[in-house]
């Protein structure tokens, strides 16, 4: 797993970010360490005047020459991003960071897989452990191989979570799309249709899911998105590369073809939906044709969210035993790949604009905002919440007033006298 160091500069709305991203660190294995041990350094960073602006600047600038790969999330971050262009560092949210750090490695779950309850948001693991055996990957040495609880004895946490409060529903574990796989069955659909079942009004995130296991089921599932409402027309395909003999060195259940085969799946049967994958940079085999082969893959599939990871080394793996290649020719894939993954996903939030759209308030987000999701799940902030009496667990009508790189930005749709549009 990862050794990292994180620094927070700013106000108490930084600090709980950072808190956050720890938590979610710590529970996919990776360890805090001073810098001079560290794999990977993040700067939570400030913008509140031109002198913290400067220091922050400065201190990207030391972290970048002290470890291997830095992650530059927070305000500035996400205000000014372009004060970094020309330092070799991911610039990403929040919310983007645990996955910036993994190294394509899959997510982990609680240890005792339970449900939990945070603010309006339940995270529900279906199921511990996983089918691949990736060269890359340290996770699978800590959670085996796929164990899957019954669909019914997920359904009863699922109702649980809603009769507790939940609003949304975050259907995780190291791989989704492989759940039931320890009993002969290919669940995921039937379980995804029984928690749409259950009384309430709430929405359902799935998880990330592999491309192998989610191709033999790819035309069900996507009939199981577009007959329920309450699933977030969202899926996450981590393809990791644009090659297929990359993947075959990387060990994936996929190649290139069938990650295609997945996604036109939901394009047929879903007008508007969002694709989240991952790319993995600098892979010990990775030639210049390679990389170019995951940038046309990019272009070609345009995903509206993208983690892009550098490799590195994790101990333990075959793929730590290849003879790597030099940091710089990772940096300089990196850079072009996160250059035009922001390309792709300011112009995917500035098609927002102007569009009215229903939204789940979900969670406070930096000073007097609100973090929403749209049915597709992408990220809205609705600024000034506490002067529109707006509450997470809210749905409402917002109207788009500009895309940034992260997020996008909307106010509520108000009547005369009644204030926000409730959604109905």
Known sequence: MARYHIETYGCTSNRGESRAI????????????????????ILNTCTVVEKTERNMRRRAEELETAVDDLVVTGCMALAQGEQFSDIDAQVVGWEDVPAAVTNGECPTTTPDAEPVLDGVVGILPIARGCMSNCSYCITKHATGRIDSPSVAENVRKAEALVHAGAKEIRVTGQDTGVYGWDTGERKLPELLDRICDIDGEFRVRLGMANPGGVHGIRHELADVFAANEKLYNFIHLPVQSGSDDVLADMRRQHRVEKFRECVAAFDDRLDHWTLSTDFIVGFPTETDVDHERSMELLREVRPEKVNVTRFSKRPNTDAAEMKGLGGQTKKDRSKAMSALKMDIVSEAHEELVGTRREVLVVEPGTGDSMKCRDSAYRQIIVQNASEHGIEPGEFLEVEVT???????????????????????
């Open 22 to 41: 720890e938590r979610r660190l710590r529970d996919a294995g990776h360890r805090r360490v001073p810098l001079e041990s560290a794999d990977v350094a």
């Open 402 to 424: 500009s895309g940034e790189r992260v997020y996008a930005f909307a106010e509520p749709v108000v009547t005369p006298d009644a204030g926000p549009v409730a959604a109905d």
